[in-house]
């Protein structure tokens, strides 16, 4: 059961196959294929060397990049990095950023970084070579950001401060993130802005360092826990008409019940909001806050694309789709109003999951779907694994490819990559 309910179009209305191939032709070979693009960090790219680095992308079919810009504290693994093998980067911005945008939360540039700008040398060699680059901006799941700023985080129903995640509520983070959209988006050579994590993230949000979680939460819990009570949640509710201590206390009690086993794991999360009607209507004003938000960076992009990307649940967790995407805050009807596309991360090993996913998201979203395929282990093996991926994802209508990343896969998945896209040429 759903909490909110969904627009659908008739399945007769979702794209067809050849509808969902929009076609370009690499210019070195002739080649005709479908529109491909890869995930890429800075360093990877530098350290090669960006304009060997793009070659041989546009050789292999891709011609977009999508780059790091700012991101959550992550350790790659790099296999075909030439100056390193694995990069440590805390939360952080790969460029400098403009100062006076910025209220009392800004970004932190990389520290490896630096003075220098890894984005403007990424951006200068994309228009010597003539490729597209986006910015793959993930402003609000900073760990880095929260611990600095534990007040402007979301907040448990307990009253914990959740330091992995900045809440969309709160006008500071607002700013914050209006000003980033403007700083990337002008003058810094990028042909759009993709952005991910800028929702409320859901439950225990995207991983901390060696957590220790030994209850399972089910997706009850996960909602749960991670529902905002900050004061700028509670006061965009009050000002709804919702009981608001109704709701914390229905939040508490339920992740109180599961911790003690008095409602089971697989609990249907529609089912129990809607037994509990305060704190369901709690949890759908928040729609409306990132609607707002949401207008303001799609007005703040234009007229350069703006995508926004959807995902639920871990690496290669089949249970929930884009259709929990309210999970996250999100209005998928209101985000086609402002985005020119989006982007599911459909990293399945399964490749009829990943048709699903293509197919749910255009049933869903007013706009086009990219399908974002993970072409590293531990979802793709083999070169039969990623083709078929391909083949789902561009059967089920997907108007772009897009596969994650350069600098993490090995040398063989990136020539299955070129491969893969000759084969739905």
Not at 178 to 194: C, I, K, S, Y
Not at 346 to 367: C, K, Q
């Amino acid at each position: 059961m759903e909490l909110l309910p969904v627009r659908r179009r008739p399945i007769g209305a979702i794209r067809s196959e050849s509808e969902g191939q929009e076609r370009l032709t690499d210019a070195r070979n002739g080649v005709v294929l479908v529109n491909a693009a890869i995930w890429a960090h800075p360093w990877d790219l530098l350290d090669e060397g960006p304009e060997s680095a793009f070659e041989r992308l546009l050789n292999l079919g891709i011609t977009k990049v999508n780059l790091a810009t700012t991101m959550h504290s992550v350790q790659t693994l790099n296999p075909h990095n030439p100056e390193r093998k694995t990069f440590f980067a805390d939360a952080s911005a790969y460029f400098q950023p403009d100062a006076d945008r910025y209220g009392s939360i800004e970004p932190d540039p990389n520290e490896t970084m630096g003075e220098e700008d890894w984005c403007h040398r990424v951006a200068t060699a994309a228009d010597e070579i003539g490729i597209t680059l986006a910015s793959w901006l993930v402003p609000f799941h900073s760990s880095k950001q929260g611990r600095r700023h534990p007040e402007a985080t979301i907040e448990s129903p307990f009253g914990d401060s959740l330091v992995w995640g900045l809440c969309p509520s709160n006008p500071r983070v607002q700013r914050y993130g209006e000003a980033l959209v403007a700083d990337v988006a002008t003058g810094r050579g990028f042909d759009g802005v993709e952005m991910e994590l800028a929702d409320y993230q859901y439950g225990t949000g995207y991983g901390w360092h060696h957590q220790e979680f030994f209850t399972d939460l089910g997706d009850l819990g996960e909602l749960l826990f991670g529902l905002c009570f900050c004061e700028h949640c509670l006061s965009n509710a009050r000002a709804a008409g919702v009981d608001v201590d109704a709701a914390r206390k229905a939040a508490k009690t339920g992740l109180e019940a599961r911790f003690d086993g008095a409602i089971a794991a697989d609990t249907d999360v529609g089912g129990w909001l809607t037994e509990h009607p305060e704190l369901r209507t709690y949890a759908e004003v928040r729609r409306d806050t990132l609607a707002e938000l949401f207008e303001s960076f799609a007005n703040t992009i234009a007229p350069e694309p703006f995508t926004y990307y959807l995902k639920m649940g871990g690496l290669g967790d089949d249970r929930m789709s884009v259709e929990h995407s309210w999970k996250h805050g999100l209005d998928l009807e209101r985000l086609s109003e402002f985005v020119n596309d989006v982007t599911v991360l459909a990293y399945h090993s399964d490749p009829t999951v990943v048709r699903d996913d293509v197919r749910t998201t255009d049933s869903l979203v007013d706009a086009p779907v990219t399908a974002g395929i993970l072409a590293g282990h531990p979802i793709v093996d083999s070169y039969d694994q990623l083709e078929s991926q391909v083949s789902a994802a561009v059967s089920a209508g997907a108007s772009e490819l897009s596969f994650y990343g350069y600098g993490v896969v090995p040398e063989r998945n990136l020539e299955w990559i070129g491969t893969a896209l000759e084969s739905v040429a």
